[in-house]
C-alpha cells in the first residue's frame, strides 16, 4: 500500500457527461500528479500540482481540469466525455516538486 | 505525448535467468525511476536514481543511471514467477521542469 488513496475504483458514465475523480496524497506529501493510462499503453503526464498551486503541465485537453485543496488532496474534473477518454487515471504523490512519485491503485473510467 | 524509448518491449525468460532492460532518450535527465505495474493496478516504485553514473539495488534489482544522463537500465537476477509484470522507467527532464516522461513499458512472462 502506497498510501495514496484514490476514489471510486470504477466509474462507467455516458459520451457528454462530467466525472470527478479524486485522490488523497500520503501523508506529508506536497505534490500532486495526474496521469492517464489507456489500455496496453505507457502513462501520460497529465498535470502536476504543489501545495494548491499548478507547478506543471502536460497533454491535458481543454475539457480536463484537476485543482488541489488546502488540505492537499486534488481532484481531476473530465468534461464532455468521449469514448477514447475511458483509461485508467493514476494520481501519484511526492514530498516535494521532484523525486519518488508513490501512485494510487487508480480509477478505471469506462465511456460507453 | 512524449515518451522515452524503453527495450526490449516484451520478453519471456525462464525462471532463474537474469533480465536487463533499458531505456534512452535523447534529452538529459535529472532523475530516473523505475516502476513495476501489475495489471490494473498502480505503479510501484522499484529505485530510485539521481545522479549520473549512479547504481543501486533493491534485492535482486540493480538499475544504473547512465553516464550520459540519457539513458538507465535495470537488471533483475535470478528471476522467480512474481516478477512477471510491466516494467517503467520514468524520467526527470532536467531541474525545474518537474514533469515525468515515462517509458513504453518492458513486458516480462517468467516461465516456471
Known amino acids: 500500500d502506497s498510501g495514496v488513496t484514490q476514489t471510486p475504483k470504477h466509474l462507467i458514465t455516458a459520451t457528454g457527461q462530467r466525472v470527478t475523480l479524486r485522490c488523497s496524497p500520503r501523508?506529508?506529501?506536497?505534490?500532486v500528479y495526474w496521469y492517464q493510462q489507456s489500455l496496453d499503453q505507457g502513462l501520460q503526464f497529465l498535470i502536476q500540482?504543489?501545495?494548491?498551486?499548478?507547478?506543471a503541465k502536460g497533454n491535458i485537453l481543454e475539457r480536463f481540469s484537476a485543482q488541489q485543496f488546502p488540505d492537499l488532496h486534488s481532484e481531476l474534473n473530465l468534461s464532455s466525455l468521449e469514448l477514447g477518454d475511458s483509461a485508467l487515471y493514476f494520481c501519484?504523490?511526492?514530498?516535494?516538486?521532484?523525486?519518488?512519485?508513490?501512485f494510487g491503485p487508480g480509477t478505471r473510467l469506462t465511456v460507453t | 505525448g512524449q515518451q522515452l524509448n524503453q527495450s526490449p518491449q516484451s520478453m519471456f525468460i525462464q525462471e532463474g535467468e537474469d533480465v536487463s532492460m533499458n531505456c534512452t532518450s535523447s534529452s538529459i535527465f535529472n532523475t530516473w525511476l523505475w516502476y513495476k505495474q501489475d495489471p490494473g493496478e498502480g505503479p510501484v516504485l522499484l529505485i530510485a536514481?539521481?545522479?549520473?553514473?549512479e547504481l543501486t539495488s533493491n534485492g535482486r534489482l540493480t538499475a544504473q543511471f547512465g553516464i550520459t544522463r540519457k539513458d538507465s537500465f535495470l537488471n533483475i537476477s535470478a528471476s522467480i514467477p512474481s516478477d512477471v509484470g510491466i516494467y517503467f522507467c520514468?524520467?526527470?527532464?532536467?531541474?525545474?521542469?518537474?514533469?515525468?516522461?515515462f517509458g513504453t513499458g518492458t513486458r516480462l512472462k517468467v516461465l516456471a
Open positions: 536514481l539521481y545522479k549520473a553514473g
Open positions: 500540482y504543489y501545495n494548491g498551486e499548478e507547478r
Open positions: 501519484a504523490s511526492s514530498v516535494d516538486g521532484g523525486g519518488e512519485q508513490y
Open positions: 501523508s506529508g506529501d506536497l505534490s
Open positions: 520514468a524520467g526527470q527532464l532536467s531541474p525545474g521542469t518537474y514533469k515525468y516522461i
